[in-house]
């Protein structure tokens, strides 16, 4: 059983960064290299949770549109780790976001834009911007 957990949210000011974290366990660090796909996703209350940034398993990635040119995320196969790093943080961008792997080897990085593509997922890490 794969288990995510985050780390790195936080409260921060407008304009400001934080990074976050994403380390996996129950997983090899061949099948997470080689067959995980891996996504930061974000919900606020009463809105349904929206893709982030994600990175297939051939290492292709996407971003909300929403978020290009200020965050980017990164994987680590040998820490089996995952990471967002957020720039130019603004308001809208306060939520709680989450990790998530998936390992059917899906390599279109639209769909892994979708919560349904992913089996597992961390618990969660709140991330507050102020103006």
């Known amino acids: 059983q794969v288990q995510l957990v985050e780390s790195g949210g936080g409260s921060v000011q407008a304009g400001g960064s934080l990074r976050l974290s994403c380390a996996a366990f129950?997983?090899?660090?061949?099948?997470?290299?080689?067959?995980?796909?891996m996504g930061w996703f974000r919900q606020t209350p009463g809105k349904e949770r929206e893709g982030v940034a994600v990175i297939a398993s051939d290492g292709n990635t996407r971003y909300a549109d929403s978020v290009k040119g200020r965050f980017t995320v990164s994987k680590d196969n040998t820490k089996k780790s995952l990471y967002l790093q957020m720039d130019s943080l603004k308001p809208e961008d306060t939520a709680v976001y989450y990790c998530a792997a998936g390992s059917g080897l899906v390599y279109d990085t639209i769909l892994l834009m979708a919560p349904r593509s992913f089996a597992y997922w961390g618990q969660g890490t709140q991330v507050t911007v102020s103006s």
């Open positions: 129950g997983v090899t660090r061949s099948s997470y290299s080689s067959r995980y796909s």
